[in-house]
């Protein structure tokens, strides 16, 4: 279709005669936003001519240009907001990133981000001339935070009460962990890349970032039964030992003999360390444990979170500890029970509160069976491994469900690592059941049945 088109009087409209036939004005125009051309028939408005649309031309041109006026302030209002955030530095940029990520979560849903995306600030405090601004973050400023990371170590507590603080360890991060710090590194980055506070594309962030390479799962370090019967040894003179002599009895302090109501030297260690080599929980479940989540009616132990101080199981959801492969629990849990004194939890601490973990009496434990290298973890995972092992132990789904794994995990990591243990019991699993008996009796931990017919279970469902 051919037409004539002569200069517009109207900016930015043209208008043009059609040499189709019918020879009616037509104006065209640019839409200001969308850069979409529109066409209309002014024969079609009612005009003939240029002279009768004369006043409809004006004031849509003139509207066009109110649009273009428009858009170029609002245009210079977004870049200087632009301008305003890339001169924020980068600590205000993560701050508003969690602030952000907060929004419609639970709290303990942005502790983990709040905690990873920690260590990316201290990095960035350090280094304050690589990155002046959130204008003037680079892709090598990004490079050099992934080393540091490569060669970051994990953190552990330090003090005791109101002193206690986090320090570096001499272990590194595995791969999974060093995965889920470049996560929250990324996903702040491209946020801000996306909300205009750096300079660096949503591409240029996750390619400037690459994935650490996970390292091979290695296997679970585990007791042999000899040593576990090394660390009960251990437990018994621990527990029991006592100063010499005391104002009741001096005599013993000048002859030498331990006198029986003389002060023990240690806190008591071994309910907590009995109760986890027996149940394989984690060390919080474990000090969290409560009486009234022992159900003697049906011979279990639940395993939910702890109303009273707020704290909450790792799992989504409850577990179970049976008592029927492992009687000297149910002995252990009675006699615990008789010297509860009023305390709502198995392992009792100061208050009604429960027991904080005594890393000192665990170490002082530990050394004087020999087996310094030994921590809780590297329990639970000698129970795991042990009841994996086991030719009459759990399925594989129990065995998961038990410990709070998925099926695959516990497969993967709890494979056989120790000798199996013939036997149906847990005691037996782990090749230790005489001597648990010898330890049991020794700190007056196996109640008579008689002594446990007498006691009203604390808390106990009926």
Known sequence: MSSERKKSRYPGISVYRRKDGDQSLVAQWRDPKTKAKHKVSLAKLGYTNRTAAHNWLTEKSKELRQQRSLMLLKKSAVDLEIDRRRQLSMLEVIDAYIE??????????????????????????????????????SPFAINEYAKYLAGSTKLKWSGEGEKAHQVPSQRPLAGESLNAFRRAAVACLRWASREKYVTLSVHEVSEAFPQFKLQEIKEPECLSPDQLKRLILAVETHDTDRFHGSRQDKNAYYTGVQSPV??????????????????????GEALHLRWENVDWNRKIVRLKPDRNTGWKIKTKRERTIPFADSPLLEKLLSALQLKANGSPYIIAGSEGQPRRFDRRSWDSLANSAGLGFVTPQILRSTFASALAAAKEGPSPYELAYRMGHRVTVAERYYVVHVSPCKGSTVEEWLGIKEELEKCLTALNLLPTLQGQEKVQVYGAAE
């Open 100 to 137: 952000h990520y907060g929004k419609g979560r639970e709290e303990r849903l942005v502790k983990p981000e709040r905690s990873r995306l920690r260590r990316f600030k201290e990095w960035l405090i350090a280094n304050k001339e690589l990155v002046p601004s959130a204008g003037g973050l």
């Open 262 to 283: 003389a002060k023990k030297k240690h806190k008591e260690i071994g309910p907590l360390l009995l109760v986890y080599m027996l149940t394989g929980v984690r060390l």
